[in-house]
């Protein structure tokens, strides 16, 4: 059935940043609970690891075309588009700027380890448009962000800005020696 390959899409699958995340952000329709609607609208999401995105728009459109399949029997009609993409990005690892960012992590707090983020932000824009090495860092829990009632407890933002005001001396002297 078309809902295991959406929710499968392991060919899609990174060994870095694993599989896509995939939500349907928004759905709309009807006008009343007693009456049936006569259309519906979702828009969902993908986000992917960087240099997938062929692979993933193939797995976005069969999943489509399976379900538009799905439906031929029906009274039921469907159109899907892909209609908005945001390429993915990453700052190498073994990059300056990435090391000067893990190296005042770990001072700060030593348990820590790199990991991947798959979101999406603005850093893909430095990264890709104009060629700026950029990386995502922030204080808290992914589980507060964005979310309702979203916060930051006030040790992790204390512990977020000592690890930025370290990086931020770190990083300038080792402009001013190369």
């Not at 204080?139 to 009632?149: I, M, T, V």
Request: aromatic share 10%; with cysteine.
């Amino acid at each position: 059935m078309w809902q295991d390959q959406f929710m499968e899409w392991s060919d899609t699958q990174d060994a870095v940043y694993g599989p896509p995340s995939k939500n349907v952000g928004t759905i709309e329709g009807g006008s009343d609970i007693f009456t049936k609607p006569a259309s519906c609208s979702l828009e969902c999401a993908v986000r992917y690891a960087p240099g997938t995105f062929q692979k993933i728009e193939t797995s976005v459109n069969q999943t489509l075309s399976q379900f538009a399949k799905s439906l031929q029997n029906s009274n039921i009609s469907f159109q899907g588009e892909l209609f908005l993409h945001h390429d993915a990005s990453e700052a190498h690892p073994d990059s300056p700027l990435v090391k000067v960012l893990y190296d005042s992590i770990c001072q700060v707090d030593p348990s820590r380890q790199k990991q991947t983020f798959p979101g999406g932000a603005d850093a893909r824009h430095f990264n890709k448009r104009y060629r700026i090495p950029a990386v995502l860092f922030g204080a808290g829990s992914l589980r507060q962000a964005h979310a309702e009632n979203e916060f930051i407890p006030m040790d992790q933002w204390i512990q977020g800005a000592e690890i930025l005001a370290l990086m931020i001396a770190r990083w300038c002297v080792s402009q001013e020696e190369s």
